[in-house]
């Protein structure tokens, strides 16, 4: 089975340009959570929806992020304008409800570097 | 300012050993406390999990302890293997279903 899919893999951007990640989530998964991992901070939660509604934005950094969900296989994360400081691995989880509380289903993590 | 980054605590064991991996944690409303492997370039992948209503349960060659007394967490891997070189995490489940993790520990496994 596919996992949660993230794209893309690495970017590098310079300061002042759009950023825009992407998530896949596993099939019959209800829920999905963006992280942010940096040697600064570890492993941050951004925001999470449950059954495509944002349920949790309260680790969004500030206004030059933003978080989408417009169906059950796709989100979407969006920098804008990005900066240095925003460099990080950013991840995308999901979890099924009903599954092993626990448990979320990381992707591989997006690597971004802004110049 | 010259930034600082984590001081990830390390953990160096013999192959063979068992290693403990320790976590304090902070929420005493968590409902549930899990244990994920980060090996290099990838996601957390999880290990196992404890609700808050027990002190341990056990896995294949890991197993949790739980004292919310002192909100300690820890992880015991029997017989550990160079595979299980990896940062682990403790992790925090809320009732409202976020998920908040610690700051790590660097296991290095030494064959």
């Known amino acids: 089975d596919a996992g949660v899919i993230q794209s893309p893999r690495h970017e590098v951007t310079e300061m002042g340009q759009e950023v825009t990640l992407r998530c896949k989530p596993i099939?019959?998964?209800?829920?999905l959570f963006w992280y942010r991992q940096t040697m600064m901070r570890g492993l941050e939660l951004l925001i999470y929806f449950n059954n495509n509604v944002p349920i949790d934005d309260s680790g969004m950094p500030e206004d030059r992020f933003s978080a989408k969900m417009p169906n059950a296989s796709f989100s979407t994360l969006k920098i804008q304008p990005s900066e240095p400081r925003d460099s990080a691995v950013y991840f995308c989880?999901?979890?099924?409800?009903?599954?092993?509380?626990?448990?979320?289903?990381f992707g591989e993590g997006s690597r971004l570097t802004v110049l | 300012g010259e930034s600082v980054g984590l001081h990830l605590p390390t953990l160096s064991v013999q192959e063979g050993d068992n290693s403990i991996i320790n976590c304090a944690y902070s929420n005493s409303a968590s409902d549930y406390f899990i244990w994920y492997k980060q090996e290099s370039g990838k996601g957390p992948q999880f290990i196992i999990d404890?609700?808050?209503?027990?002190d341990k349960r056990q896995g294949q060659r890991v197993t949790v302890l739980l004292n919310k007394t002192v909100k300690h967490l820890s992880l015991q891997i029997a017989a550990t293997q160079p595979g299980d070189s990896a940062v682990y995490f403790c992790a925090e489940k809320t009732s409202g279903n976020q998920f908040y993790f610690g700051t790590g520990t660097s296991l290095t496994v030494i064959p």
């Open positions: 404890i609700r808050s209503n027990m």
């Open positions: 989880a999901s979890r099924k409800t009903g599954g092993i509380t626990g448990e979320l289903f």
């Open positions: 099939s019959g998964h209800n829920s």
